[in-house]
């Protein structure tokens, strides 16, 4: 008989009708059912085939360890595959569809692999497959790859919505069974922050399952009031919450099933819970016994059977059996019975049951000391075939549906995922959760005990140590009366298979993995616990072995003649189940999944035409097409050639900055470069290189000396975040004596460069001092005025090999300036020019990026090894730059590559081989580091590094790549290509000045999305002064300076860093204004760096704020009051949180950030 529904009871909500397909079939359940519980009402017990044999299967366990009904949902164009059908609530609309099969669960082409059974025992494929080999790629691989896999994603782009948060709590409470309930209501009634999680969709674990007594209620009314309790003491309470991490420090990672419809879209939310104090009520899983076909539809645990009855009314037949090893088949015959199913027999293994009399007395059949051996039935249980153990005789009993017991695994798998192993509890013949750690206590079942008034126990204990620790004292705690169906005697005895069984028995349901496999690993060789899940693949289905695993021990200890505390347990590692790998990517998805900076111009670049890359976070300008350019090759070829005609305008604003002063700032960069940066004039520049430790180069650039103890430092963009760091390092790690100060200005300046032999005439045109080359020769940095008035920086730097210079101004004045010089240009033709072409001219020219330093190569192999100092005493890296190997001949060297041909091409990354040799590693004369069409040339070209390059000058060289089919003849030339250009050319001709405008606010700020309504709002917060404060040694120094200035009075003061201060103006106040206010009260030396332009304040108001930030921060806001302020990560992205108010917040975010951080902020306002 098929099973189906009693006609009353259960949990569910009958007035609640929902429709929902199945494989293409419609049919109704309704609200309270999950899609397995649904499916066994509607008579569908075959769910799934399983991995290797695609044997029939249906539900065995339940929950989120149930390895065999695995489904497919589908949303439109989503396919979310192997998701349990215990765990998908049942939703209407909700499509569905089974896996593993074809052409259809009910016919699976793929069961004929049971007959191959014989020669797919475990390891297989480790024994077969090995001849010929030739048939490897063209037949083995290909069938074993279409073979491999259960569910099918889908193809189109996942339309769902995924959100993370963080929180904070006293006390997280893992489960919310008797145990987990009372460590709750224990924590809470003293004050304490609660956050409590449960996996299922309404909690109360075993006490909604079961039949029990709590007091004057039943468990599912102990459990409502409970709820309400805690709901109304203000603790946290998460449904379809799956904790699934412990990590070091408190650290929790949990993931919740979100309905869309009442979360802004969301469909799952990862939450990172940091806790003081953690409670592991996670419960215990219930073991499958193993014996012949017990892998038939129809075979379900018995406490599966017993919460599907009990909860949503789920008739398992007509006829049912009971195989158990303990009390729990006993109370699920109690309940069939009680509902009016017939129970054919309870089948015991053992002699002495303490249950026997009672079953009698209710009119049970209990077979004390038999065992099922076999299953009868093909495609659903049949009749089950019983041997007892005394005589030996067998019975066949008519059955159609079997619930199985054999006892109960604590789940310690939390407890565990930091490397503990758990305890073996011989005598009961479990596993059991590791000392406490970390704040981690398990209680409950989860602990080892299984009787209601212990579990319940449990959780006021385990609650009041952590309120102990926590310094709390407990209010005093009544444990109510219970009453158990059970009795309250659970017990049961070890059977980890029965040895009588003939067929097949499964002790690793999904992979098929059955006992003789266990027995052949260890027959081979592979019995240790870690070789045997490997060989096998016990425990490496979805279940992750939650179901199998600990039979899977016992077995492997019988077959070693050993015990299961010598074979012991796999590694426990997060995630405690499959987590969506959407879920943990939460939001930074698209062009959203790093952050993204936009240099200062990037809304001028916009204006202009460009076209944007990804170059690591930045936006960067490609190239600018305009009409009758076919391509970027166009618009780059137009624009080099315009730069060496005439002029061109590029965005050099994302190069590294880093201010460096103090009476120190010249010794200390005598330290870290490999040239003397000590003997630099105030208001010069010079090329400078950076060592690692170990001798590579680690960055390029330029050293400017602004004034005595002032330097500014520029770095490549790929290595500004490398650089600072190292240089933060040497400060405070190497030197902490030097009196020297750093800090990052990147976002303080737009950067922009004039190169080509009009250049000087164009700077002329917007600076007010005289740029003549005389004035202002080359590798000079001065402050300049402009024509305008505004102050600015003026570099005479070129990386284009041309005429050219570096012109910085406020960030907020970029655009505005790069008009200005586009407007002085025009009679020179002058155009923007991008990355493109950028690249095109320093190649041409043989400059380096990071393609050419990559980290394995030193001065000398780029041909500057003169830049190393041999007069200096010493210098980062230099001890090891010494070393013998970094001195060979045979090293790579930079050379230039023409090809013979200029219609062959080259091509960065291809390697290097002499004419006529094999490609091979031995042969290998190195690679391709940058390669480009050079317009100037009508040719490709390359730098690359070549063994002895400076050597083979004129020699013909082969370029490989048998990736991309190239094998190009290149003649090996020098790196520079074009002849240096004259830069001390006089302007031809003088024009009128042009005046720049000079806004208050970029516009790449302005109109910064804020689409957050309430319960939240996002503004951009007034222009106001933002300092440094430089001078003052200690950070308390510099805070107890603040404060005589009167700075913190305002709260105006902000701790960003260590050893780093900054203190923020009023509105509408100026940088001067600022530092008139504070320098009177200042200490000697102090100074005060300008950051009003590298910073942006955005302000975060209403009662949603604290949803917002939680989205972003791990702050705790519940201790972060008005007034407080500190630097925390919003995402990936760096800011300066301040609490204003109760409930405004202001976040002070660099500059080339801000849009991204509001276009974040602005998302998550929608799911607050």
Not at 19 to 32: I, K, Q
Not at 602 to 614: L, P, Q, S
Not at 800 to 810: D, F, K, Q
Request: neutral net charge; glycine residues 12%; proline residues 5%.
């Amino acid at each position: 008989m098929s099973s189906s529904r009693f006609s009353s009871g259960g949990l569910i909500d009958r007035s609640r009708t929902i429709s929902f397909s199945f494989d293409g079939r419609r049919l109704e359940g309704f609200a309270g059912d999950t899609l397995a519980s649904a499916l066994l009402a509607n008579g569908v017990r075959l769910m799934g085939r399983s991995f290797k044999y695609h044997r029939p299967r249906g539900l065995v366990s339940g929950g989120s360890s149930e390895p065999n009904a695995l489904v497919t949902v589908i949303d439109g164009g989503r396919r979310e595959p192997n998701l349990r059908a215990s765990m998908v609530e049942l939703r209407e609309g909700l499509t569905a569809e089974s896996q593993n099969r074809w052409p259809s669960l009910a016919t699976d082409v793929g069961a004929v692999n049971q007959l191959l059974s014989p020669f797919i025992g475990a390891g297989f494929y480790y024994k077969t497959f090995m001849w010929p080999a030739a048939l490897w790629e063209k037949f083995y691989e290909p069938v074993i790859r279409r073979a491999a896999g259960l569910g099918r994603a889908g193809h189109d782009p996942d339309t769902a919505r995924f959100d993370k948060r963080w929180a904070h709590c006293d006390l997280l409470v893992i489960g919310s069974g008797p145990a987990g309930l009372m460590a709750a209501l224990v924590a809470a009634r003293a004050g304490a922050r609660v956050m409590l999680c449960d996996e299922m969709a309404s909690p109360g674990g075993r006490l909604i399952r079961d039949r029990v007594e709590i007091g004057e209620t039943d468990g599912p009314g102990f459990v409502a009031d409970a709820v309400a309790e805690l709901e109304g003491l203000g603790a946290k309470l998460l449904t379809r919450t799956t904790v699934f991490g412990a990590y070091d420090s408190g650290v929790y990672g949990a993931v919740e099933r979100l309905d869309p419809a009442e979360a802004g879209g969301a469909n799952e939310r990862v939450w990172r819970v940091i806790a003081r104090r953690a409670v592991m009520a996670t419960g215990a899983e219930e073991r499958p016994l193993v014996f012949g076909n017990n892998d038939r539809p129809g075979v379900m645990t018995a406490s599966l059977m017993r919460g599907l009855a009990n909860g949503q009314a789920i008739n398992p037949g007509a006829r049912a059996a009971i195989f158990t090893t303990g009390s729990s088949g006993h109370e699920t015959a109690r309940d069939l019975k009680r509902l009016g199913v017939e129970v054919a027999a309870v089948i015991d293994c053992r002699q002495d049951i303490p249950e026997a009399d009672r079953a009698a007395s209710e009119g049970l059949r209990v077979l004390s000391g038999h065992l099922i051996t076999d299953v009868g039935g093909r495609g659903a249980v049949a009749a089950v075939h019983v041997l007892n153990t005394g005589n030996g005789r067998t019975e066949t009993v008519p059955v159609d549906s079997l619930a199985m017991s054999g006892g109960w695994s604590p789940v310690v798998h939390l407890s565990c995922q930091r490397g503990d192993r758990p305890a073996w509890d011989g005598e009961r013949g479990l596993f059991l959760p590791p000392a406490p750690r970390d704040g981690l206590e398990a209680a409950g079942a989860a602990n080892g005990s299984f009787d209601l008034a212990g579990c319940l126990a449990e959780g006021v204990a385990a609650a009041t140590r952590a309120l102990g620790a926590l310094g709390r004292k407990p209010k005093k705690t009544a444990l109510p009366a219970v009453r158990e169906a059970s009795g309250g005697t659970p017990g049961f005895a070890t059977l980890w298979h029965v040895k009588e069984a003939k067929a097949k028995a499964f002790v690793d349901f999904q992979n098929d993995v059955t006992v003789s496999d266990l027995g052949l690993a260890v027959r081979e060789g592979y019995g240790h616990v870690e070789l045997a899940k490997r060989y096998t693949t016990t425990g490496m289905a979805t279940d992750q072995g939650k179901t199998g695993n600990i039979n899977a021990i016992g077995i492997l200890a019988e077959a070693r003649g050993t015990t299961p505390d010598q074979v012991g347990t796999t590694t426990f590692r997060p995630f405690y189940t499959p987590v969506s790998i959407g879920a943990l990517a939460g939001q930074n998805v698209g062009s959203h999944y790093a952050p993204v900076r936009r240099s200062p111009l990037h809304h001028w670049a916009e204006r202009h035409g460009a076209v944007f890359i990804e170059a690591g976070q930045w936006l960067r300008a490609s190239h600018f097409p305009i009409e009758g350019d076919a391509g970027w090759k166009d618009a780059c070829d137009r624009e080099t050639l315009a730069v060496r005609a005439g002029v061109g305008i590029s965005d050099a604003s994302t190069l590294g900055k880093i201010d460096v002063s103090g009476a120190d700032a010249a010794a200390f960069l005598d330290r870290v470069y490999t040239g003397t940066m000590s003997t630099l004039a105030v208001g010069r520049a010079r090329y400078g290189l950076m060592l690692r430790e170990d001798g590579m180069l680690m960055d390029d650039g330029t050293a400017s000396r602004l004034a005595e103890d002032h330097y500014l430092v520029t770095t490549t963009t790929a290595a500004a975040g490398e650089v600072m760091a190292h240089l933060e390092f040497c400060s405070q790690a190497l030197w902490p004596e030097m009196d020297v100060n750093l800090a990052s200005v990147t976002d303080q300046w737009a950067q922009i460069t004039i190169a080509g032999p009009r250049a000087r005439e164009v700077v002329a045109r917007v600076v007010a001092e005289d740029v003549s080359d005389a004035s202002f020769p080359f590798m000079t940095a001065r402050p300049v005025t402009l024509h305008s008035g505004l102050e600015a920086r003026l570099f005479r730097i070129s990386f284009s090999g041309e005429l050219g210079y570096e012109l910085a101004v406020p960030f907020q004045h970029g655009e505005a300036v790069a008009d200005a010089l586009l407007a002085a240009g025009e009679p020179f033709g002058a155009a923007p020019y991008g990355l493109e072409a950028l690249n095109v001219l320093r190649i041409e020219k043989g400059f380096l990026t990071h393609a050419e330093i990559d980290g394995r190569v030193t001065p000398g192999d780029l041909g500057l090894g003169k830049m190393v100092s041999a007069k200096k005493a010493d210098f980062i890296g230099r001890a090891m730059l010494a070393r013998e190997g970094m001195q060979r001949e045979d090293r790579g060297q930079l050379v230039g590559l023409v090809p013979l041909k200029p219609t062959q091409r080259i091509l960065a990354g291809a390697h290097l081989l002499e004419v006529n040799a094999t490609p091979s590693m031995a042969n290998d004369q190195g690679h391709v580091a940058s390669a480009c069409w050079s317009p100037h040339l009508q040719s490709p070209i390359g730098l690359a590094m070549l063994k002895r390059g400076r050597d083979r000058h004129g020699e013909t060289i082969v370029v490989w790549d048998a990736v991309r089919g190239l094998e190009t003849e290149a003649r090996v030339v020098d790196p520079v290509f074009l002849p240096v250009a004259d830069a001390g050319i006089e302007p031809e001709r003088r024009l009128a000045p042009v005046m720049a405008v000079t806004p208050a606010v970029s516009m790449l700020l302005k109109d910064l999305p804020s689409s957050i309504e309430a319960p939240a709002r996002m503004e951009l917060l007034p222009s106001a002064p933002v300092a440094l404060l430089h001078g003052v040694r200690s950070p308390a120094a510099r805070l107890a300076a603040l404060a005589k200035a009167g700075a913190l009075g305002d709260g105006t003061a902000r701790v960003v860093a260590p050893g780093q201060v900054l203190a923020v103006g009023r509105a509408g106040e100026s940088f001067a204004d600022l530092g008139e206010r504070l320098a009177a009260d200042l200490p000697a030396g102090a100074r005060l760096l300008d950051l009003g332009g590298a910073r942006v304040r955005i302000g975060l108001s209403g009662a949603g704020a604290r949803g917002v930030i939680a989205q972003h921060s791990a702050i705790d806001l519940d201790v972060f009051g008005p007034g407080a302020s500190a630097p925390t990560l919003f995402g990936h992205v760096p800011v300066q949180l301040t609490a204003s108010g109760a409930d405004s917040y202001e976040v002070m975010v660099f500059s080339t950030y801000a849009r991204d951080l509001a276009e974040s902020l602005s998302r998550a306002g929608a799911s607050v």
